[in-house]
């Protein structure tokens, strides 16, 4: 990863200098600004494989930069908060971005965030599988990292094609959460579970997956999700266990 660029989007510069200076000796090429036009500015001119990016910015907070960022050119958002509430982290994924850290931070935490979001990267840009999963009539393409339902196309985030990637070419195999978090993120934390709750609601709400009666994902209570094997809708799974098969 030497010589990943990463834009750094912070307001508070003792915070942004010792960011900046952990990332730099990690090997990576680092630029830091202080307000959001000049992210978006410098998002344009760098096209910076990673941004880390502040919440709570002046001129245009961290939540419209990163709409912003992602209608050009999709770009890892690492995003960070001082804000505890799970709706503003829920808003942050809905509109692209990959992970969120909440202040007060480590700045290894903030490392191995970003060093596991860049890994996700090369993993997806490298992955061996280029093989069409089609499941119903929803078609699942690697190569190409889209997704269609009928003849319509579904946007999803990477995170979301890749949650649906997963779960769509091992029909039938239950993931838990933790087991997601492994395979999606390269990681777990103790917010894994509510993280991946959030992406799997809103990929079912762009797929028009009913929660009572799911078309493709179903819920396995207490232990994860699972897509479907068939036509019909399963009961509930076990009450616990790592995986298993839908029933």
Do not use: N
Request: a neutral charge; one cysteine or more; charged letters at 30%.
């Amino acid at each position: 990863m030497t010589g990943k660029s990463i834009l750094v989007v912070e307001d508070e510069e003792a915070i942004a200098e010792a960011v900046r200076a952990r990332l730099v000796s990690e090997g990576f090429r680092v630029r830091v600004v202080h307000d959001g036009p000049q992210a978006l500015r410098a998002a344009d001119e760098d096209r910076p494989d990673l941004v880390v990016l502040d919440l709570m910015l002046p001129g245009m907070d961290g939540l419209e930069v990163c709409r912003e960022i992602q209608k050009t050119d999709w770009v890892p958002v690492l995003m960070l908060t001082a804000r505890t509430e799970e709706t503003d982290k829920v808003a942050g994924f809905a509109i692209g971005a990959d992970d969120y850290l909440t202040k007060p931070f480590s700045l290894r935490e903030l490392t191995a965030r970003v060093k596991a979001i860049l890994r996700r990267m090369e993993r997806m840009r490298h992955s061996g599988s280029s093989e069409q999963v089609i499941r119903f009539d929803l078609t699942v393409d690697p190569a190409r990292r889209r997704v269609a339902r009928g003849q319509e196309e579904v946007g999803l985030t990477p995170l979301e094609f890749e949650i649906l990637f997963t779960l769509a070419r091992s029909p039938g195999v239950v993931f838990s959460r933790d087991q997601l978090m492994d395979r999606v993120w390269g990681y777990r934390d103790y917010a894994g579970g509510r993280v991946v709750d959030s992406h799997v609601a809103r990929i079912r709400r762009k797929l028009g997956d009913e929660a009572g009666e799911p078309r493709y994902i179903r819920t396995v209570h207490g232990v994860g999700y699972a897509f479907r094997e068939d036509g019909r809708v399963s009961g509930p799974g076990p009450a616990s266990g790592e995986s298993g098969r839908a029933t």
